[in-house]
């Protein structure tokens, strides 16, 4: 479901709240937005061999996996996340999403919170170009 459509079901009171969050994701995800792969040089996704994650605003995804971001905290080299994620046709649920620079093209991923996940990073590099 999109942002927009999502945006019209919650009343006017939440909408302000939903956008206010929306555009703080926006302005934590800056750094990270764009295409990321599992196994340079490939920017492709090839399952079982690369993973390639796309982050936007105020949303992630690869793999079968898609997570609306919001009230990101800041830390030294991290942001920490709420975040509503599903995996394939699973319904969404809540949980937090860790983002961790370990240097200008390379980032850790990590999801916290869901069943059908391991917790343990995943290790993404910027796409050429990107």
């Not at 999502?6 to 006017?12: E, K, M, Q, S, V």
């Not at 390639?52 to 079968?64: A, G, H, R």
């Not at 969404?92 to 916290?112: C, D, F, K, Q, Y």
Request: net charge neutral; hydrophobic share 35%; charged share 20%.
């Amino acid at each position: 479901m999109s942002l927009i459509a999502t945006a019209r079901r919650i009343p006017l009171a939440g909408s302000f709240v939903f956008l206010a969050s929306t555009v703080g994701a926006a302005a934590a995800t800056d750094q990270f937005q764009g295409k990321w792969s599992s196994n340079p040089p490939h920017c492709e996704q090839v399952n079982g061999e690369v993973d390639v994650l796309t982050i936007t605003s105020s949303e992630l995804e690869f793999y079968e996996i898609g997570c609306r971001l919001s009230n990101p905290k800041r830390g030294h080299d991290e942001v920490r996340f709420a975040a509503r994620c599903y995996k394939g046709g699973s319904p969404e649920t809540s949980g937090m999403v860790v983002i961790r620079r370990r240097s200008p093209e390379t980032i850790e991923l990590a999801l916290h919170g869901f069943t059908w996940t391991t917790s343990q990073s995943e290790v993404f590099h910027r796409c050429a170009g990107r």
